[in-house]
């Protein structure tokens, strides 16, 4: 019974302390509780934890962007809403989601800058025209095109920009992607006429080129400049990102995948913890296909990262990222010149 | 004032009202789009708060309505509503339930997370930990609006707060 009162009075410590009501007394009651019940530090963890997990609220809500709008509540009293107007509310969010995902997938053939069309093969659509002889060998690929969206914002150095603008037709499409596609097709038949279904060999052709403009780049900064972003008083964050690169990960879709010819973008976001490995991977927009969604997250599971820094200290950070899946069905159309 | 009102041709009552409205909308339809996991129903029980509001000011037009008494009438709708339900919310323990109600530019981990978490929590806590984290009112604020003591909704929230945490530290 008292060992019940116990409890009772740690867990409204512990919720004083995750909304910061608490005392200095009930802080030092906390600490001393914890540091004798293995329990409670396994589930609610310290006090910096209680924060912590609090905070996860304050993020939720701070990123919403829903905005109803009800109108005059006086003339709509029946309960809920009529048939019309849900009927038109509903086609209106479609709509508005419609006009979203069109802007997310028109950002990366954004003619604006002279030559980014030639720059990035229109999300895995035919750039080079009609490539008639090609069609005839159907070869099957996958192509993972990272990161679309930042590829968009991708600089064009003066020289390749001079080049596009002079031919306009020029058929190099020196894309910034990761493309991962199998040297043999699948649906090689074995010796009896039946169909083998091969491990596909995957092959990283195109290497990543990130861009200092796009937010999710890891921010590299020289000693020097540490030192005297130190001394300006202004503090430093280096964001989490993969060791080795943006190409560090690398999705391997499951066979089906060709079969199924699935297409999609999965943006993914991993927590990284202090020490550099991925805690925990959520897929924020799917690609329609499981598979893929999974793949996408096997991979940065399997990726190591630096951990975000704030002045030098590493802490827990997320890494947000993106990659499009896209079926080629012949040899040349869209496929980047490897760079190396 | 009586000479706007006839020029408008709306009631004292209605004009407060529709004033609450502007000021209080968004955030009352978020606080229980969280509280219910579903937006349609978020607006319908939104529409409904406003609406007891305006019979509550033709009944007594000096009563000085706050968002306090927002949010408590929003509180005990949206749980009565869980209860009711109670039923459904247990069936689907996937994540992709949780993503349904948020939009599509909203669906970060946390906002996932704390959909997940939500959904798994009892009503009381629920409302607890949305009306001191996500709301901002202090414990007491809280412990007013929901009728319990301070204590109570400290130990609410801290108990809400460990299922959060075992949300956010499972695998997806």
Same mark, same amino acid.
């Given at each position: 019974?008292?060992?019940? &009162?116990?409890?009772?009075?740690?867990?409204?410590?512990?919720?004083?302390?995750? #909304?910061?009501?608490?005392?200095?007394?009930?802080?030092?009651?906390?600490?001393?509780?914890?540091?004798?019940?293995?329990?409670?530090?396994?589930?609610?963890?310290?006090?910096?934890?209680?924060?912590?997990?609090?905070?996860?609220?304050? &993020?939720?809500?701070?990123?919403?962007?829903?905005?109803?709008?009800?109108?005059?509540?006086?003339?709509?009293?029946?309960?809920?809403?009529?048939?019309?107007?849900?009927?038109?509310?509903?086609? !209106?969010?479609?709509?508005?989601?419609? @006009?979203?995902?069109?802007?997310?997938?028109?950002?990366?053939?954004?003619?604006?800058?002279?030559?980014?069309? =030639?720059?990035?093969?229109?999300?895995?659509?035919?750039?080079?025209?009609?490539?008639?002889?090609?069609? %005839?060998?159907?070869?099957?690929?996958? $192509?993972?095109?990272?990161?679309?969206? %930042?590829?968009?914002?991708?600089?064009?150095?003066?020289?390749?920009?001079?080049?596009? @603008?002079? %031919?306009?037709?020029?058929?190099?499409?020196?894309?910034?992607?990761?493309?991962?596609?199998?040297?043999?097709?699948?649906?090689?038949?074995?010796?009896?006429?039946?169909?083998?279904?091969?491990?596909?060999?995957?092959?990283?052709?195109?290497? *990543?080129?990130?861009? =200092?403009?796009?937010?999710?780049?890891?921010?590299?900064?020289?000693?020097?400049?540490?030192?005297?972003?130190?001394?300006?008083?202004?503090?430093?964050?280096?964001?989490? @990102?993969?060791?080795?690169?943006?190409?560090?990960?690398?999705?391997?879709?499951? $066979?089906?995948? /060709?079969?199924?010819?699935?297409?999609?973008?999965?943006?993914?976001?991993?927590?990284?913890?202090?020490?550099?490995?991925?805690?925990?991977?959520?897929?924020?927009?799917?690609?329609? /296909?499981?598979?893929?969604?999974?793949?996408?997250?096997?991979?940065? *599971?399997?990726? +190591?990262?630096?951990?975000?820094?704030?002045?030098?200290?590493?802490?827990?950070?997320?890494?947000?990222?993106?990659?499009?899946? +896209?079926?080629?069905?012949?040899?040349?159309?869209?496929?980047?010149?490897?760079?190396? | 004032?009586? &000479?706007? /009102?006839?020029?408008?041709?709306?009631?004292?009552?209605?004009?407060?009202?529709?004033?609450?409205?502007?000021?209080?909308?968004?955030?009352?339809? +978020?606080?229980?789009?969280? $509280?219910?996991?579903?937006?349609?129903?978020?607006?319908?029980?939104?529409?409904?708060?406003?609406?007891?509001?305006?019979?509550? #000011?033709?009944?007594?037009?000096?009563?000085?309505?706050?968002?306090?008494?927002?949010?408590?009438?929003?509180?005990?709708?949206?749980?009565?509503?869980?209860?009711?339900?109670?039923?459904? +919310?247990?069936?689907?323990?996937?994540?992709?339930?949780?993503?349904?109600?948020?939009?599509?530019?909203?669906?970060?981990?946390?906002?996932?997370?704390?959909?997940? !978490?939500?959904?798994?929590?009892?009503?009381?806590?629920?409302?607890?930990?949305?009306?001191?984290?996500?709301?901002?009112?202090?414990?007491?604020?809280?412990?007013?609006?929901?009728?319990?003591?301070?204590?109570?909704?400290?130990?609410?929230?801290?108990?809400?707060?460990?299922?959060?945490?075992?949300? *956010? $530290?499972?695998?997806?």
């Amino acid at each position: 019974m008292r060992e019940k &009162q116990l409890h009772k009075e740690i867990e409204s410590l512990a919720g004083a302390i995750a #909304l910061g009501e608490a005392t200095d007394a009930d802080r030092r009651a906390y600490r001393e509780h914890i540091a004798s019940c293995a329990l409670c530090l396994t589930e609610l963890g310290g006090e910096h934890e209680l924060a912590r997990t609090n905070a996860l609220v304050g &993020q939720a809500r701070d990123g919403e962007v829903w905005d109803p709008q009800l109108g005059s509540v006086l003339r709509r009293r029946s309960r809920g809403l009529s048939p019309v107007v849900r009927f038109a509310a509903a086609f !209106a969010m479609t709509f508005g989601l419609a @006009a979203a995902t069109l802007h997310y997938f028109a950002v990366p053939v954004r003619p604006a800058p002279a030559s980014a069309v =030639s720059y990035i093969p229109a999300a895995g659509t035919t750039v080079h025209g009609p490539a008639p002889a090609a069609a %005839q060998t159907q070869q099957r690929r996958l $192509m993972v095109y990272h990161n679309v969206v %930042q590829m968009a914002r991708a600089p064009v150095t003066p020289s390749e920009a001079r080049s596009a @603008a002079a %031919q306009p037709f020029v058929k190099t499409p020196e894309i910034a992607a990761v493309t991962v596609y199998p040297q043999t097709a699948p649906h090689s038949k074995g010796p009896a006429g039946v169909p083998v279904w091969r491990d596909p060999v995957w092959r990283t052709v195109a290497r *990543m080129t990130t861009t =200092s403009l796009s937010e999710t780049s890891p921010q590299r900064v020289s000693s020097a400049e540490m030192l005297q972003l130190r001394s300006a008083g202004r503090s430093l964050t280096n964001e989490a @990102a993969p060791l080795g690169g943006e190409t560090a990960i690398n999705p391997q879709p499951p $066979m089906i995948a /060709y079969a199924e010819g699935a297409e999609g973008t999965t943006a993914f976001e991993v927590l990284i913890d202090e020490h550099g490995t991925p805690t925990k991977c959520v897929i924020t927009k799917p690609a329609g /296909y499981r598979f893929l969604d999974e793949a996408v997250c096997k991979a940065a *599971m399997k990726a +190591r990262y630096s951990p975000k820094t704030l002045d030098g200290r590493a802490v827990p950070g997320l890494y947000r990222d993106a990659f499009t899946f +896209r079926v080629s069905s012949n040899q040349s159309e869209g496929l980047p010149r490897p760079i190396h | 004032m009586e &000479q706007v /009102y006839l020029v408008t041709g709306m009631s004292a009552a209605q004009s407060r009202v529709d004033a609450l409205v502007r000021e209080h909308q968004t955030k009352l339809a +978020r606080y229980v789009r969280r $509280m219910v996991g579903d937006a349609d129903v978020a607006l319908d029980i939104t529409q409904d708060v406003f609406f007891s509001a305006y019979r509550t #000011l033709q009944r007594e037009p000096e009563r000085p309505l706050t968002a306090g008494w927002l949010y408590k009438t929003a509180t005990n709708t949206a749980i009565s509503f869980l209860r009711r339900k109670k039923i459904l +919310r247990f069936v689907s323990l996937d994540r992709e339930h949780d993503v349904r109600s948020l939009r599509i530019d909203e669906r970060s981990s946390a906002s996932i997370d704390l959909q997940t !978490a939500m959904r798994r929590l009892p009503a009381e806590q629920a409302a607890a930990i949305m009306l001191t984290s996500y709301a901002g009112y202090s414990s007491q604020e809280a412990a007013a609006i929901l009728g319990t003591s301070a204590d109570a909704i400290r130990q609410r929230v801290c108990r809400a707060l460990r299922t959060m945490r075992a949300v *956010m $530290m499972e695998p997806v």
